[in-house]
């Protein structure tokens, strides 16, 4: 069983995927996630544009391992300026880079094509952070080459989305604050993945945000509820549940209900390292969390004070994060004095032209509104972030003071951010539109409803042009916009009874 640069990957995403993938029910893992798979293509197309644009090359991406292995190191003697998916193996490690390029010294170097950015967090005149997972990946190749005798520097390549090359020195520390270099980092992530692979460790699956692109996602989920396990608690996460088994030995929701938050607190008195980072009101809301799974029933902890206004706008965008490209603003219409409607701008094309011109018609409609007689809903920052994008962008129709003053308007809610996360619990592991609206009883008319299946349907009908594929895309969002409506509600209700 060889480990790969990908199974690395996967153990950063997750630590327990490593082994579930090896010694999970197979039974209960799904087919790949189609945004996944969406990402895979895009990655192999951009990977393939990469490569072409480079020169000649020679491609070593088909064939057994054996005979890539051996023709990758036929070609590495021959001195071949560029190797494209060529294979290396030294005992149980097993690496293709995506071009080995040979260097000046006769030594070579890896190289990864990414369809994403090259650094962590860009600042907009600044360098960010280097990618932990791009750095372990090359890591292993660089190691893999050292091994064959074809490379003596610690550093490899990624050729990152727009084509720039990021060099990753690999023996400089991760960071300011941690001075152990990304070599270490590997080493320990390397042992841990062997220790999993070989059976002689196993970890637990834990509830958290990488889940739900997760081909295990309904078997772990379903492991966590039969458990009871401590990741069902709402933003708890693995570190925290982790922290909690070893220094409470408390596993289950149900016997973390009833803990004496005073004698847990007396307990870290005395040994500062139980419940390391975690402080008395993060250990109160845990508790607090768990009694409403227990109880069945959300809360809210503060009068629900909506905008008093004649109209009420539910708004959701879709959007393509694999082309930084959006193509729909939907919005819910709710009057006082007339019919809701549902009112949408979707572009045509996934061209320039066509998001800046819905971007352009959004705001007409949003101008032609009576000024403080509208409140507008939207459910997560990820709207505020997109529309500031698109002002970088585009040229008008409003200007960055504008749109700022749009977003501090107090009619202008961000329902999960500023009332759902602040205010309130519910029973539930995550607090997602989906998750709650479903709990409450809200249903989407499509069966499969997701924002990454949105973005394939419409990557389709650019392609086809298929009528009922817009038809889908369009009912979908219109539910997502009217599900918002239905929280909102929901929370004016749960604070009516408690604070009237
Ligand atoms: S579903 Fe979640 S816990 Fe399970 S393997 Fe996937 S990411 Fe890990």
């Not at 560029?82 to 390029?101: A, E, N, R, S, V």
């Not at 009057?335 to 549902?342: A, E, L, M, T, V």
Request: proline share 5%; glycine share 6%.
């Amino acid at each position: 069983m060889y480990i790969t640069a990908s199974r690395l990957y996967d153990y950063m995403q997750c630590p327990h995927k490593v082994w579930r993938d090896q010694y999970g029910p197979q039974e209960e893992k799904m087919e790949p996630n189609p945004f996944v798979e969406l990402l895979w293509e895009k990655g192999i197309l951009h990977e393939k544009e990469v490569i072409e644009a480079l020169g000649s090359y020679v491609d070593l991406n088909k064939g057994s391992i054996a005979s890539r292995y051996n023709k990758t190191i036929k070609e590495l003697r021959k001195g071949t300026p560029l190797i494209y998916q060529g294979l290396l193996i030294h005992q149980d490690l097993l690496g293709i880079p995506d071009i080995l390029k040979k260097m000046p010294d006769g030594t070579y170097m890896p190289m990864d094509i990414k369809s994403g950015s090259g650094y962590e967090n860009v600042g907009e005149d600044k360098e960010g952070k280097l990618k932990k997972h791009y750095a372990i990946q090359l890591c292993m190749y660089s190691e893999l080459l050292k091994k064959h005798g074809f490379k003596k520097d610690n550093n490899g390549i990624i050729i990152d989305i727009n084509g720039k090359e990021i060099e990753y020195i690999l023996s400089n520390p991760q960071g300011r604050r941690n001075p152990s270099t990304w070599l270490d980092e590997y080493r320990k992530v390397l042992s841990e993945v062997r220790s999993l692979i070989s059976n002689k460790k196993k970890n637990k699956p834990a509830l958290g945000g990488s889940c739900r692109l997760c081909p295990w996602y309904y078997s772990c989920r379903g492991w966590c509820e039969k458990e009871d396990d401590l990741s069902n608690i709402f933003y708890l996460g693995r570190a925290k549940r982790d922290i909690i088994n070893k220094d409470l030995k408390i596993k289950r929701v149900g016997d973390i209900r009833g803990c004496d938050i005073s004698k847990i607190l007396d307990k870290k008195k005395k040994d500062k390292s139980i419940l390391k980072g975690m402080g008395k009101k993060t250990i109160e809301k845990i508790i607090c969390r768990a009694n409403i799974i227990k109880d069945g029933k959300p809360d809210i902890y503060s009068k629900a004070d909506f905008p008093k206004t004649r109209i009420e706008l539910f708004f959701d965008i879709e959007d393509d994060p694999t082309q930084d490209f959006i193509y729909l603003h939907g919005i819910f219409e709710r009057r006082k004095d007339g019919q809701p409607k549902y009112v949408y701008f979707l572009a045509e094309d996934s061209t320039p032209g066509e998001e800046k011109r819905i971007w352009e018609e959004f705001w007409s409609y949003i101008k032609s509104l009576p000024e403080d007689n509208f409140s507008l809903y939207y459910y997560s920052p990820h709207e505020k972030t997109a529309f500031k994008k698109l002002l970088e962008k585009y040229d008008g129709p409003i200007t960055e003071e504008e749109l700022d003053n749009f977003f501090n308007n107090k009619n202008v809610v961000d329902l999960y951010q500023d009332v759902i996360y602040k205010y309130t619990d519910w029973p539930l592991w995550s607090y997602s539109l989906k998750d709650i609206a479903t709990y409450i009883g809200f249903s989407w008319r499509d069966k499969t409803p997701s924002g990454a299946l949105s973005i394939q349907w419409y990557n389709k009908y650019i392609k086809t042009r298929d009528p009922d594929i817009i038809k889908r895309i369009l009912a979908y969002n219109e539910d997502d916009c009217k599900a918002t409506m239905f929280i909102k509600d929901k929370v004016q209700e749960i604070s009516d009874k408690k604070y009237s």
